[in-house]
């Protein structure tokens, strides 16, 4: 399969606790985007990376989120001392190219539960 | 906030043409217009994205009214498979981000 992947598909977690989300985005896009999806909701923007940099973090929701692509490649986000209200589904997406949004190709999600 | 206007729902029925409206009345002259859908539990899914002349691929076709204030999304001949959440999102050439709705929810009834 060579589309977009997410590691793990499910976590639950209590609140106070670290949580990372992996994703390995479509081996020659460089572009890869975070975002988040709460119920009934579209996704949301949270941060993206052109390669290894990241462009834009302003979006992130508060500084317990941060995010790192090291390599240009895979892409972590981690959630620092988690709450209720994080529960939610976070999205990666990889697209081609340096202008533009473009078609961007979606993993299956992480669903994040904090009891 | 988004800047596009779609249905909250709408039924269509199997092998019929499914045709979802999007209203973009502050759509700028860079812009163009982006559809996605999500089917139920995945991640969205790219369908197709216009400028100004209609565009169509394997999976659709866009067609973006002259003044390109609205466009609609033509799901030819639908199957129970394309029951998803459908979103119409405008977004510049150069920008990075996409900003989401809530989308049409569209049903297909055998």
């Known amino acids: 399969d060579t589309g977009v992947s997410q590691d793990p598909r499910h976590k639950i977690t209590k609140r106070g606790q670290n949580v990372t989300f992996r994703c390995d985005p479509i081996s020659e896009h460089n572009r890869l985007y975070w975002y988040r999806q709460t119920l009934g909701q579209g996704p949301e923007f949270l941060t993206y990376?052109?390669?290894?940099?990241?462009?834009?973090k302003s979006r992130l929701l508060s500084d317990r989120f941060s995010a790192e692509r090291p390599k240009g490649s895979f892409s972590t986000l981690e959630i620092q001392r988690t709450e209720q209200g994080d529960s939610a589904m976070y999205l990666c997406?990889?697209?081609?190219?340096?202008?533009?949004?473009?078609?961007?190709?979606f993993g299956p999600g992480t669903r994040l539960t904090v009891t | 906030d988004a800047k596009t206007t779609q249905p909250t729902s709408m039924d269509c029925a199997e092998g019929r043409a499914a045709n979802l409206p999007c209203n973009h009345s502050t759509i700028s002259g860079n812009e163009y217009v982006y559809w996605y859908r999500q089917i139920h539990s995945q991640g969205p899914q790219y369908i197709i994205h216009g400028l100004k002349n209609n565009e169509t691929n394997e999976m659709a076709s866009l067609i973006i009214t002259e003044d390109r204030k609205s466009s609609t999304l033509i799901l030819p001949h639908a199957t129970l498979r394309d029951t998803a959440v459908y979103y119409c999102i405008v977004s510049g050439y150069s920008n990075y981000q996409l900003i989401w709705g809530a989308g049409t929810k569209l049903i297909i009834k055998p």
């Open positions: 990376f052109q390669n290894e940099a990241q462009l834009e």
């Open positions: 997406a990889s697209s081609p190219g340096r202008f533009g949004p473009f078609e961007q190709y």
